[in-house]
């Protein structure tokens, strides 16, 4: 009698787990639906601001085009829209989807020199600012530092006397990041070891001031993240506390500096509250 | 007799459109306009939410589900405002009331840690009416937690308060000492309740502690690495998979900015923190779930190129030694 009332029990369990089982399976078929759902819904969306962004004008072209008429008044009414915006960011950061780092041979020097060939081939560093002046880019990647542009740079100008240069170029990687805290953390220890400092002096203004760029920004007041995937790859995390983050991926930008106009764009009306 | 029996389904068909519609309409909005059953309409609106939430939970639960989740709690203030209330503490008090909702939500898709935005150290600048409000609130509501709610005595939860607590009042203090102690030996989802918190002041602070245990001769200064950083901070683990800001604002503020930045899936939700919904919460985990493969086929590739960098740095090492070696003569 027993027999049958534990094969009763084992038998009402099987039945159970089956009848889960089976919810499960209508469950996880119900979720790829909306998987799927979602995947169209986005590439509809993508599609629309593909379609949007096919009237707006290439800013690419305007940054590399030839001085025809037609793009200097294009680039003119560029220059316009961007002075109208009510707050433009002193310090803009940009993150791009890993490319040369992480590729076999690959390596920031390779991409700085890479850049650094690109700026002084390219007509933007040629180009009068609005104080009639030929631009003076500045590129630096911590290691190295190149100028381009400028009339007044000899093989032996002095370049600490100079002006400070239109716009400063800073390559960061993720070595500007967590090993580079981690460096700062030993060399604290190292001073506290020889007595130049004690670990009660250690406190947030006194690590904010060693992790001052080279072009003496704290951290960018706008980031953009120019990547499909609405993540952060390893971007130094002290540089962004305060940073407004702006992410457009590549299948809805038109191209990298349409999306730059759209981040500048949309910082145009942001408020800083700063805790109040 | 055919065309009758058509017309009576038609008719059937309408009138229980129209009876359920009746029934929403009253449930969801019938505090506006209250028309008769008021109350049950709600309360038939109200269960059937809880069972539809379930079954989407369920659903969700097929795929793969994050371990830690970080909430920006922004928008109460503009929504009391929006609302009409009299305070922003009311606004406070509603997004409190979400938060026990969210939590809900999140023990019963399995989030195991969730940490939340409550106060940031920048704060103390509003108005002392408004932070007196708010340490109110912190005080009494972290003891409810705590006692009574379901959370904490039925599912477990665990509750921990991050942040420079020697800025807080001493009744807040207590309140914190206490809700920890009640929950220490919970085995539920983790809480994290960051308050008064912000990312640089966790970074610091880790940097300080490493330094005064190089002092106490716990480590050494050359041991000192990303890990033995990261294990110093006041929320070292596991990694930050979702983080989620309320009210549309674009920006960290300062919150778990070494865990964000380490591929953290960002969501930016454009409704203020009462009015974050389920809806928001499916979405937000379905475009995860969708993103997740690539997001851990980026982390392993940066993985194994830090294992690269650091082998490099190693072989330079080990050659400079052979090239002073090389120039000096050995015996």
């Known amino acids: ?276 | 007799m055919l065309q009758l029996q058509f017309q009576s389904w038609y008719a059937y068909a309408g009138l229980t459109v129209l009876i359920l519609a009746y029934i929403v309409g009253n449930g969801v909005y019938g505090r506006q306009l209250p028309l008769p059953l008021n109350k049950q309409c709600a309360a038939v609106c109200i269960y059937v939410q809880g069972k539809v939430r379930l079954l989407a939970v369920r659903v969700l639960r097929q795929g793969p589900i994050p371990q830690h989740v970080g909430f920006i709690m922004d928008g109460n203030r503009r929504f009391a405002k929006k609302a009409h209330m009299e305070t922003p503490s009311k606004g406070h008090l509603a997004g409190f009331t979400k938060l026990t909702k969210v939590l809900e939500w999140c023990n019963d898709l399995g989030i195991k840690h969730v940490s939340v935005f409550a106060f940031a150290i920048n704060n103390f600048n509003r108005s002392a009416e408004e932070v007196g409000a708010l340490m109110g609130i912190a005080r009494d509501k972290l003891r409810d937690l705590a006692e009574n709610s379901e959370l904490v005595n039925k599912y477990g939860v665990r509750i921990r308060v991050v942040g420079s607590r020697e800025l807080l009042p001493a009744d807040v203090r207590e309140s914190i000492e206490y809700a920890e102690e009640k929950t220490r030996g919970n085995l539920g989802m983790t809480l994290n309740v960051c308050c008064p918190y912000s990312a640089t002041d966790e970074i610091s602070t880790a940097i300080r502690r490493l330094v005064e245990d190089v002092e106490k001769g716990v480590l050494s200064a050359a041991d000192i690495d990303e890990a033995a950083l990261e294990k110093r901070l006041q929320i070292p683990g596991p990694d930050l998979d979702i983080l989620v800001r309320t009210s549309g604002q674009i920006r960290f503020s300062n919150f778990m900015l070494w865990q964000s930045a380490k591929m953290a899936y960002i969501q930016f939700v454009d409704a203020y923190w009462p009015e974050f919904s389920f809806y928001h919460m499916a979405r937000i985990l379905v475009s995860w779930q969708l993103a997740s493969r690539d997001i851990e086929k980026r982390k392993l590739a940066g993985a194994v190129h830090d294992r690269l960098a650091s082998g490099e740095q190693l072989r330079n090492s080990v050659s400079s030694s052979d090239t002073y070696c090389g120039d000096r003569t050995c015996e």
């Not at chain 1, 039945?15 to 399976?25: P, T």
């Not at chain 1, 940009?94 to 490319?99: F, G, H, K, R, T």
């Not at chain 1, 007044?152 to 002006?163: G, K, P, Q, V």
């Not at chain 1, 006194?206 to 760029?213: N, R």
Request: glycine share 6%.
């Open chain 1, 1 to 276: 009698m027993s027999g049958n009332g534990e094969h009763e029990v084992t038998s009402k369990t099987t039945k159970r787990n089956a009848w889960q089982q089976v919810c499960d399976g209508v469950c996880a078929l119900v979720l790829r639906a909306a998987h799927l759902a979602f995947i169209i819904h986005r590439s509809f969306q993508a599609w629309v601001q593909n379609s949007l962004s096919q009237a707006e004008l290439d800013v690419q072209e305007l940054l590399q085009g030839d001085d025809t008429e037609e793009l200097s008044e294009k680039r003119q009414h560029l220059a316009d829209f961007l002075q109208s915006l009510p707050q433009r960011p002193k310090h803009f950061a940009v993150i791009l989807p890993e490319a040369n780092e992480c590729s076999e041979g690959g390596s920031l020097k390779t991409s700085f020199d890479e850049i650094a060939y690109r700026l002084r081939k390219s007509s933007m560093a040629q180009r009068v600012t609005t104080n009639g002046r030929v631009a003076r880019i500045c590129l630096e990647d911590g290691k190295h530092v190149e100028y381009s542009g400028g009339d007044d740079i000899d093989a032996d100008t002095d370049l600490s006397f100079e002006r400070p240069p239109t716009l400063h170029v800073s390559l960061w990687s993720r070595d500007n990041g967590y090993p580079a805290l981690a460096r700062l953390a030993r060399e604290l220890a190292g001073q506290d070891e020889c007595g130049r400092l004690s670990s009660g002096s250690i406190d947030e203004p006194c690590v904010a001031a060693k992790l001052v760029d080279a072009a003496g920004h704290e951290h960018p007041d706008l980031v953009l993240l120019y990547d499909n995937l609405v993540c952060i790859p390893d971007f130094p995390p002290w540089q962004l506390q305060n940073s407004e983050v702006f992410q457009v991926g590549s299948a809805t930008a038109r191209s990298l500096g349409n999306a730059a106009l759209s981040a500048f764009t949309s910082y145009a009306n942001i408020e800083k509250r700063w805790g109040k």
